[in-house]
């Protein structure tokens, strides 16, 4: 196993509930995730972080979930390293923070919350079917969009700084 330290850790994030096509492409970047060897982190609940999770699972590789409760029973089922936290959704700056890239998929308030803390501190977001953002009226592009899971996990671990 490739030292830790030397191993890109990519943040998924996305809402606890989510379609079932924004499953298939979550589940499809855990997968790819796992396949290049990055640590897959997310906020360990369902939706979009049980689907990327289940990917990266399949696929043999780490999975971290950030939990914002006291439980590590909260955690979904392929989560191998659970982080309680119970600190609630302040936990999203400990998601963001802990990933040299994210891959935002789909998602609400939470998801635009991580979003925003990343952009504020230079990590890099990739897009997949998620938030755009403006301001005054006109287009922000710092979401770096992806058209398919696999272009959305190459641009993730290009874009990782060391």
Do not use: H
Request: charged fraction near 15%.
């Amino acid at each position: 196993m490739e030292m830790i330290n030397k191993q890109k850790f990519i943040a998924v994030i996305g809402g606890n509930q989510c379609s079932p096509e924004g499953e298939c492409v979550a589940e499809e970047v855990g997968r790819e995730l796992a396949k290049r060897g990055a640590i897959l982190v997310c906020g360990g609940l369902g939706g979009v972080m049980e689907a990327a999770c289940k990917g990266a699972y399949s696929a043999g590789g780490m999975t971290i979930g950030i939990l914002p409760g006291d439980s590590r029973q909260a955690a979904n089922p392929y989560v191998q390293i659970p982080i309680v936290t119970d600190i609630g959704y302040a936990r999203n700056v400990i998601v963001v923070k802990s990933a040299q890239a994210i891959i935002a998929i789909d998602g609400s308030y939470g998801t635009l919350t991580e979003i925003s803390y990343a952009l504020q501190n230079g990590v890099p977001v990739i897009g997949l079917n998620t938030w755009a953002l403006a301001q005054n009226g006109q287009p922000d592009n710092s979401i770096i969009l992806a058209k398919s899971p696999a272009e959305a996990v190459d641009k993730a671990l290009d874009l990782a700084g060391d």
